[in-house]
T-cell receptor
Framework: GENVEQHPSTLSVQEGDSAVIKCTYS??????FPWYKQELGKGPQLIID?????GEKKDQRIAVTLNKTAKHFSLHITETQPEDSAVYFC?????????FGAGTRLAVHP | EAGVVQSPRYKIIEKKQPVAFWCNPI?????LYWYRQNLGQGPELLIR????????DSQLPKDRFSAERLKGVDSTLKIQPAELGDSAVYLC??????????FGPGTRLTVL
């Protein structure tokens, strides 16, 4: 089955800096890779996703890249703000069967 | 538009007691998921419903866990009897077919 590994587990940046979170997956049949943001006491919220036929996708300050050959994908957040502080999860698999990474706790310091 | 509703938000029980969680998905969403999220980990799928049919329950510990979605809308997840290791956040999510999954706030279960 699919296995998704996520790094780093914690990330601390200064406001305005960029943050990068990386994930690897094992199942070459995986075709959908969403990223979720989870704030304390809330459920995960989708922030961006990418399908296997696309190499890069951008939405304002957030971008995701996918390297199918190497089986890894990354989340890039530019111009970080304190409200970006949360736990971020990558996931891989199919739309109906997602395997989540263990999460990255991002802290953005003013 | 109302999001996914879950209740209760918190539950504390003693081991060996039964417990039930309720989920009301977003209106019109035919697919419903139950996940378990252990502390410091990502969500893990327990069961997926397409309308009222459980189409993937391979990760549901069937000796003590059960779920139902009788009319293809609301769903209930039950644990009987609960064990210490069941302490976790139980998340419900819904989607329209194979679309984006929307998560509820979860139920935090503590088993003493």
């Amino acid at each position: 089955g699919e296995n998704v590994e996520q790094h780093p587990s914690t990330l601390s940046v200064q406001e305005g800096d960029s943050a990068v979170i990386k994930c690897t997956y094992s199942d070459s049949a995986s075709n959908y890779f969403p990223w979720y943001k989870q704030e304390l006491g809330k459920g995960p919220q989708l922030i961006i996703d990418i399908r296997s036929n696309v190499g890069e996708k951008k939405d304002q300050r957030i971008a995701v890249t996918l390297n199918k050959t190497a089986k890894h994908f990354s989340l890039h957040i530019t111009e970080t703000q304190p409200e970006d502080s949360a736990v971020y999860f990558c996931a891989g698999g199919g739309y109906n069967k997602l395997i989540f990474g263990a999460g990255t706790r991002l802290a953005v310091h003013p | 538009e109302a999001g996914v509703v879950q209740s209760p938000r918190y539950k504390i029980i003693e081991k060996k007691q039964p417990v039930a969680f309720w989920c009301n998905p977003i209106s019109g969403h035919n697919t419903l998921y139950w996940y378990r999220q252990n502390l410091g980990q990502g969500p893990e799928l327990l069961i997926r419903y397409e309308n009222e049919e459980a189409v993937d329950d391979s990760q549901l510990p069937k000796d003590r866990f059960s779920a139902e979605r009788l009319k293809g809308v609301d769903s209930t997840l039950k644990i009987q009897p609960a064990e210490l290791g069941d302490s976790a956040v139980y998340l419900c999510a819904s989607s329209f077919s194979s679309g984006e999954q929307f998560f509820g706030p979860g139920t935090r279960l503590t088993v003493l």
